[in-house]
C-alpha cells in the first residue's frame, strides 16, 4: 500500500510540476521527461524514439498524451516495464507505450464519465487528426497505440 501511495503522490507531483518542451524537440523532451520519471520510480524503461518533424502544436499534444500515460502507468499500473516508441513514418507518427502492469478493462475506463486522462489522451488525438487505440486485459498490462497525420 506504501509503495502504491508513493507511486500515485509521484505521479500528482508530475502534473503539478508538468514539464514542457520549452522549445526542444519532441524526442528530447520525452528523453527529459522520463529521465524524470526514472529518478523518482523503480519502474524499467525501454526507449524507441525517433526525431520527428511535425507542428508545434502537434508536438504538444503529442507530449501531453505521452506524460498522461506515463502519469497513469505510475498511479494506477504497478508495472515494472515500460516501453515508450515514437516513430516517424511516412505519411505518420506512430507512437505505441506498453506496460507489463495489472491492467484494467479498456472498454469501461473509456465510457466512464470520471476517467478524465483516458478521455483527455483520445480528445487530444482526434483533435490532431489521429487515432487512439488502447488495450488492456486484467493481469496482462496495457498497450496504447497512436497515430497521427503529418
Known sequence: MALQAQNEMRALLLHLRPIYLSGEPLHEGLVRLIE?????????FNLDLDEVEVSQSKEE?????????????????NAQN????????????FIHIDDDGVGFKADEQL????????????????????TFRIKSQ????????????K
Open 82 to 93: 515500460v516501453k515508450v516508441e515514437l516513430k516517424n513514418k511516412d505519411q505518420e507518427i
Open 138 to 149: 486484467e493481469g496482462h498490462g496495457t498497450y496504447i497505440d497512436i497515430r497521427i497525420p
Open 36 to 44: 524524470e520519471l526514472k529518478k523518482k520510480s523503480n519502474i524499467n
Open 111 to 130: 465510457e466512464q464519465k470520471t476517467s478524465y486522462g483516458l478521455q483527455t489522451m483520445k480528445e487530444r488525438c482526434e483533435e490532431i487528426g489521429g
Open 61 to 77: 499534444h503529442i507530449f501531453r498524451m505521452v506524460q498522461e500515460a506515463l502519469s497513469n502507468i505510475l498511479r494506477h499500473a
